[in-house]
């Protein structure tokens, strides 16, 4: 469902992601980790058409986003790390919003508005400024917005980011019932746990190239440390010494 | 009372990395610098040339600089008192840094000081650029000496300060007595009373025509000598330039202590009005209760109903852009002044139509003149709408515009949607401002039609032209959105519009002249409407061309890089 090839991009001489090439299943929840700094946004800046690559190329849902962005663009959803939405519309204004900038029918488009908002707990507030949300209500409402038009592929950047316990929670029941239900979630996260119990396949990146990429089982065999956690074989393969 | 380090530090710093670490937008100031550069040589060139121009026809007449120095100064202080005030309430309310600025252990009055600085910093660009150049011009003229050179900007730079502090103060009290969430209800406010001024002048009731029209270099002296008014600073001002221009030190000391005095009280009433008004307006301006309730379902649905004939996505941005325009409080601050502006003009215009007892060519080239400076005048109020609120709409997108971006949409299909939300009332607003104005200076029905529709191609023109280069000069990480409309851009964008006005002029000047001068060309419909018809097809193929020009690099400089 994601393919990306031989993905770079440089800001003059710092390249900031180099030759990431990456295959991701359709369904199911891929987890894409690394350390701060590691490239892991400018990844998926890329693949929501934010940012151009320099190199390469990336396919959602077999269309070339460099070539036929709009295709691309129109079964993504895309939930960033700081919810940035405008202040001065209504939750629901916001979605009506998303929802024609995706061509969804006005029909659907409301029925669909109620379904996100009742699920993401907004209702009551559907009718007030977003400026008047905090932060974890402003995560839910970008949730929302990522997930009204129906996508086949959703991208994820630090969901967990702002939310209380029983939000960080339901987005995890969430995310599992949409990947059950076949959409195609690439979450990047630091949040190794997280990783741990969402994932079904994940990649490391490190100093903009990709450390390693499989299922749990095969990074396992891959440091062969059988008995331990993501975290202990993360830390081992991101330390300074594997950077040099 | 030292500037606070910390605090004007980070603008400073801004403004050096623009320069040192200029990175993918390398090419953007050192173009800005090169065009203002050129404007001021313009302003400088053209105002002396204007001056040997007018001894040279009248060389038996001394010619007084206190009144064009007091029409200069009157329009620059009223351009820098709007601009201080929009800046101020962006500044004191509604920046990013206040949170951090007021949990820092700083003094109010060190605060406010800062702010003060900043302000004035933001505006300061409109001094160097539109007035200083004048000024050297004049002390050109009169062969002024080293001494004029510089104290007469210091002189100068006392008495702008005046209006910095005006805008300061006017901002403060604003701020505390409307609060955000009346945004709306204010903004209503301003539409109903523009509509029944506009009855009002068109029935012609409200309009006294007391002043007189015979002679119209009467009439324009009359109107200008407001600003000799001896109770204004400009006057002072004009007076202490003139005696600094011809070696005298006594008036240009007595002005400069004046304005010092003026400045430390409207300092100590900034001061006041910052003590009693800044926390309630600081509080009211982040009240998000609103006035009105907000129906969310009904909104969209009047949304389809009065936008049918867009597409989806054009329609979704139109809707959001005027629901974040009417919701905003700096946008109503800005549109009430230029409201008052506008009918300030349409009320003084009245007094230029055609004089008495003169012969019929003189008239016809008065009309042709008055016909021209309307769509002219016009258009720069125009312009000035569009230069704070058509350009910056794009950088208002901000740290949101990720979701234009990941939408299926092109850059293209962005900017058009904007221009289309823009259009319609920037067209709107045009349209009654050049017809108000070709209908008060007498002119036949059909050169009022042909004035109007002009407008509104110009309208058109202008608002690609600053859609465009609002994108182009974008800039999504600001403090406050009131930096966008006094910012490096915008002054582009109204040095681009004073070009693009500039060509426009041109068709438009050749239809009025060959309407008003060959009556024969207009002798039968058929006529008339060909030399009417080429000269709008003329000013719209412009028009078009450099919206679309605007456009495309906008839509260029917007692509993921």
Known sequence: MITLKNLSKSYGSFSAVKNVSLEVPTGGIFAFLGVNGAGKTTTIRMITGILKPTSGSIYLGGYDLLADPLQAKAITGYIPDRPNLYPKLTGREFLNFICDLYRVSPKHAERRIDQVLEEYSLTQWQDELIESYSHGMKQRLATCAALVHDPRVLIVDE????????????????????????????LSTHSLNVAEELADNLAIIHKGSILTTGTLDDIRALTGKHDEGLEHMFLELTSPAVGH | MSIHPVLLQPRLLTIKNRWVRRGSRSMKEPIGLILSAGLMYAIYASTLSTLHDAKRLLPHVAIDPTLPLSVMLAALSLMIFLSAAVAAIGSLFLSKDLDLVTSAPISPREFLFAKTCEVGLSVSWMICVFGLPGLLAFGAFYDAGLLFIVTAPLLCLSFFAIAVSLGMITALVFASLIP???????????????????????????????????????SITHLTSFATNLWLPTSHCAHAITALMKGELVVPCLAALESIGALSILGLIMRIAFTHLYDRGLSRTHQTRRFFKIHSRTAHKLSRLLLPFSSASTRAIMAKEYKVFSRDLTHTVQLGLLLGMTFLYLYNYQVLRGPANVSEDVLAIWQIFLLLSNIALGSLVVTSICSRFVFPSVSLEGQSFWLLQAAPLSTHDILRAKRKSWSIPVSCIGGVIFISGAMALDADIPLVLASCAAGIIICQGLVGLSIGLGAFFSQFEWEHSTQISTSFGSFIFMITSMIVLSLTMVPLGCMFGTYLLFPETHATPDTEILVLGVGLLCTYVVNKAVSWWALSTGAKALQPK
């Open chain 1, 159 to 186: 969901p967990m980011v702002g939310l209380d316990p029983h939000g960080a929670r339901n987005l995890k029941e969430a995310f599992k019932r949409y990947a059950r239900s076949g959409v195609t979630i690439f």
């Open chain 2, 180 to 218: 955000s969430e009346r945004g709306q209800p204010v903004l209503i406010s301003l539409f109903l009373v523009a509509v029944a001024s506009f009855l009002a002048f068109m029935t012609g009731g409200a309009w006294p025509n007391s002043l007189p029209t015979e002679n119209p270099i009467h």
